[in-house]
């Protein structure tokens, strides 16, 4: 199976550095894996970040468009639009992918769902951390329990499950219906199910719900959620809030959707941007 992971960055370099440097070294055991980084109008410094790694990223595209605000759902769109794999992984530039990352993700595909990963939120110091220390993200990934316990404890994280691992059960199919409980960082689907709905829904204008809009057009067309948690863990980094100026007009609209099962299709969605 052909899968594309779609990374959505803006003006981020520094994370993006990191962020890229953990799929690099993943992406060279799936040849059948290639990457779409939605580059929602960033400068030429992100630009020098990708096209660093596309000299050892042999299936890497940069898709990117003007910056005209927050405009995730257009971008994520068009870079789906430019995929070529069956199954699309999303994560955000602000995640820090563990070293199973993909491997996890490959083993909890499943027809009829889609996958609903989870995050560990790292405080505002961590984070300036990690970013001026390369080494600190692989110690991380080395952490025991204790360590993980201990970091918690000192409020670094908010969670010490990311060392966990565990194996598919029905527990994993508890949240089936449960349309809040997916993050937008980090989740997964087959591409058929993503256009099906007709992808993001371009009317969610600004930060906001286009993410939980998604998830919850997908319910109603009988693709359920697969509970990703124990698996595919990221570090989601300390960064401010996005404007959230219309944000009451998309939490608006995504309840009247919610609340409608016959609303399946995005009004403004990903089959505009589709090669004719």
């Not at 949240?175 to 997964?188: E, I, L, S, T, V």
């Amino acid at each position: 199976m052909q899968i594309s992971i779609i990374l959505a960055t803006y003006n981020w370099p520094q994370a993006l550095n990191i962020i890229l440097n953990q799929l690099a070294v993943q992406l060279v055991q799936y040849p059948n894996v290639e990457l779409i980084i939605a580059d929602d109008g960033s400068t030429t410094k992100t630009a020098e970040v990708i096209a660093k790694y596309q000299q050892i990223i042999s299936r890497c595209k940069h898709i990117w468009h003007p910056d005209n605000g927050f405009q995730k759902s257009i971008i994520l769109n068009k870079a789906v639009a430019a995929a070529n794999g069956e199954y699309l992984i999303f994560l955000d530039g602000d995640c820090i992918p563990f070293p199973d990352y993909l491997s996890q993700h490959i083993k909890l595909i499943e027809a009829g769902y889609f996958v609903a990963g989870n995050r560990v939120l790292l405080s505002k110091p961590f984070t300036e951390q990690v970013l001026n220390n390369k080494n600190l993200v692989t110690d991380i990934f080395t952490w025991g329990n204790i360590k993980w316990m201990l970091a918690k404890f000192s409020k670094k994280v908010n969670k010490i499950s990311a060392a966990i691992r565990l194996k598919g059960g029905k527990w994993r199919y508890s949240r089936r219906h449960n349309w809040k409980y997916p993050k937008g960082c980090n989740f997964a689907m087959f591409k058929e199910d993503f256009l099906a709905v007709n992808g993001f829904d371009e009317e969610f204008c600004g930060w906001g719900h286009e993410d939980a809009d998604l998830f919850v057009r997908l319910l109603h067309n009988g693709i359920k959620i697969k509970d990703g948690r124990f698996a595919i863990p990221v570090l989601h980094l300390w960064h401010k809030h996005e404007d959230r100026n219309n944000e009451a007009e998309n939490s608006k609209r995504l309840l009247q959707r919610v609340n409608d099962p016959e609303f399946k299709q995005a009004v403004l969605g990903v089959k505009q941007w589709l090669p004719s």
